[in-house]
């Protein structure tokens, strides 16, 4: 059975042991009132030359914002959310051969509307299942999802710490992850090929290219043209916060000239405190900015941090005000 795009069931947002499963919720809301996240300005680093051959991305800056949008059967509600809350990005999923698929004429409406509205559009797909299947990834995926011409860029949520072999035979399925990236970046073209991160692959030990040892984290960041760490927590400063989590994956992103993204989750996860600590489900959304403003103030000491994004957009259109 070939892999397809994830259906967001039970996902591990953190390392394995420390946290609980992550449920997709229904169908996206109207948003509420815009609020206005308070973040300080810094620069972005140029790529170094060792990533000219990455498609380059239109940089976002740290004051800018993104939202993954699982569930696509709601276009005018998804955008009018992301417009009110100060949304310049989406990721869009897509599930494979989009160009025949029933759900082409939602993403359309969908990535039509968005970007009307000035905010861009990237094809978002993943599933642990592709680091075993790549030229089908590509045949099914990727170049029917380009091939749309909706999009602007491709968002990889991959995984594959939730598959079976990842306890296993770990250095198998790092090693062929990379290759995954390294095939999807070699068939992408001119789309930049940007992918999703929990913030403890800096734990994972990897190979470069080199043959010298290395971290998960960075040779993902040297392959793509930017990550977004899944940093879900509910504190921004002090042990265990956002910006302590998030803190070498920003640093790596740094090291190597590439954007890095900070996610924040939205969705319920689970009733015990591990869980809780990791989304802003049950906050106002004018409490939760107080947190991520406090990001935005700690996190441009790192000097390609991208700015913030959401999980996802259901979860987030079900916020109070």
């Known amino acids: 059975m070939h892999p397809i795009t994830r259906p967001r069931g039970a996902r ?16 996206v ?9 308070a973040v300080a300005a810094a620069l972005v680093v140029p790529p170094t030359a060792a990533a000219a051959a990455i498609p380059a991305v239109v940089t976002p800056g740290p004051d800018t914002r993104a939202m993954w949008v699982w569930d696509t059967s709601t276009p005018a509600a998804t955008v ?3 417009v009110s809350t100060g949304i310049d990005q989406i990721f869009v999923a897509v599930p494979p051969n989009l ?22 559009v990237d094809a978002l797909g993943g599933d ?18 380009r091939s749309a011409g909706l999009f602007t860029g491709i968002h990889i949520d991959v995984e594959p710490y ?16 990379l290759a995954l990236l390294d095939t999807l970046q070699a068939s992408a073209g001119t789309y930049a090929v940007e992918a999703d991160i929990p913030f403890w692959f800096d734990t994972v030990p990897a190979v470069a290219s080199t043959g010298a040892t290395s ?34 994956a920003l640093a790596a992103g740094a090291s190597l000239g590439k954007p890095v993204r900070l996610g924040q989750e939205t969705n319920y996860l689970g009733g015990n405190a591990a869980e809780k600590k990791q989304t802003f489900h049950g906050w106002t959304r004018t409490a939760m900015e107080t947190q991520l403003a406090q990001v935005g103030e700690g996190a441009p000491r790192y000097a390609t941090y991208a700015g913030l994004a959401i999980h996802d957009a259901s979860g987030y259109a079900a916020m109070a005000p």
Not at 12 to 27: D, N, T, V
Not at 132 to 137: A, E, I, L, Q, S
Request: proline share 7%.
């Open 80 to 82: 009018d959310l992301a």
């Open 99 to 120: 160009t025949t698929s029933s759900q082409l004429p939602d993403i359309k409406a969908l990535s039509n509307r968005a970007r009307a509205a000035g905010i861009r």
């Open 162 to 177: 939730t598959s079976s072999a990842w306890t296993t035979d770990r250095a198998t399925v790092v090693r062929r992850y």
């Open 29 to 37: 809301a109207v948003a509420a009132a815009a609020l206005v996240g």
């Open 128 to 145: 642990p299942g592709w680091v075993d299947n790549p030229t089908w990834v590509v045949t099914y995926w990727l170049k029917p999802a």
């Open 215 to 248: 971290s998960l984290d960075r040779e993902i960041i040297k392959r793509t043209a930017g990550v977004t760490v899944m940093s879900y927590r509910t504190t921004a400063t002090g042990p265990d916060g956002t910006l302590d989590v998030a803190a070498p």
């Open 12 to 27: 591990r947002l953190s390392a394995p042991g420390s946290c609980g499963p992550h449920h997709r919720r229904g169908r």
